[in-house]
């Protein structure tokens, strides 16, 4: 247990759609990152917030947003849902190390 | 261009023997970092080893340990004494001082025989 927490581990959808995804990092994390896992495109980084921030972005689409709460814990929202977003998402923390730890993902279909 | 490159899709290994998993990597970066990770077929990412470019000594962790070959850009994983549990899809990725996030290789699966 990574002590990243995900919720929900699955999730089915329909294209159109709109969903939100929740993480809660490891204790004492300030860093949440995610990433999107297709059979296409592999692991790929999304975007990254520290400490409420957005620090950095990846191959994020228009249609996805994140945030990160004061808490800590960070949503990532999925909209205007089409079949390729179908993917299993993760989310990562870190600390002050080196090392990202991950979530058990959320798997989402869209239909 | 491809960051980390692994060469092997997938890999059969017999139980308690060892298995090394290459991984090739890119960048101009002097201080880096590289990661190999575990994803059994349940989905989750298991963190298994960390190799830092500064790092002198190769990174162990119990039966892991990891063959950092700077000049060659190469940080391939073996692991020892196999057992059934190993048998899944392992990652090599790396995080370059610049940038915060990891970029990761295809993967290679590996299948643990009785």
């Known amino acids: 247990d990574s002590g990243v927490t995900q919720t929900p581990k699955h999730l089915i959808t329909a294209t159109g759609q709109r969903v939100t995804l929740r993480c809660s990092p490891r204790?004492?994390?300030?860093?949440v990152y995610w990433y999107q896992q297709s059979l296409d495109q592999g692991l790929q980084f999304l975007i990254q917030?520290?400490?409420?921030?957005?620090?950095a972005k990846g191959n994020i689409l228009e249609r996805f947003s994140a945030q990160q709460f004061p808490d800590l814990h960070s949503e990532l929202n999925l909209s205007s849902l089409e079949l390729g977003d179908s993917a299993l998402y993760f989310c990562?923390?870190?600390?002050?190390?080196?090392?990202?730890?991950f979530g058990p993902g959320t798997r989402l279909l869209v239909l | 261009a491809q960051k980390i490159t692994q060469t092997q899709p997938g890999m059969f290994v017999q139980e308690k023997e060892a298995v090394t998993l290459d991984c090739t990597y890119d960048t101009s970066d002097q201080s880096y970092g590289l990661f190999w990770y575990k994803q059994p077929s349940s989905g989750e990412m298991i963190f298994l080893i960390y190799?830092?470019?500064?790092?002198?000594q190769n990174a162990t962790e119990g039966r892991y340990s990891l063959n950092f070959q700077k000049a060659r850009k190469s940080a391939n994983l073996v692991i020892s004494a196999s057992q059934l549990g190993d048998s899944a899809m392992y990652f090599c990725a790396m995080r370059e001082r610049k940038d915060y996030k990891l970029s990761f290789g295809a993967g290679t699966t590996v299948t643990v025989r009785a």
């Open positions: 190799q830092g470019s500064y790092d002198e």
């Open positions: 917030y520290y400490n409420g921030e957005e620090r």
């Open positions: 204790s004492g994390d300030l860093s």
């Open positions: 990562a923390s870190s600390g002050a190390g080196e090392t990202q730890y």
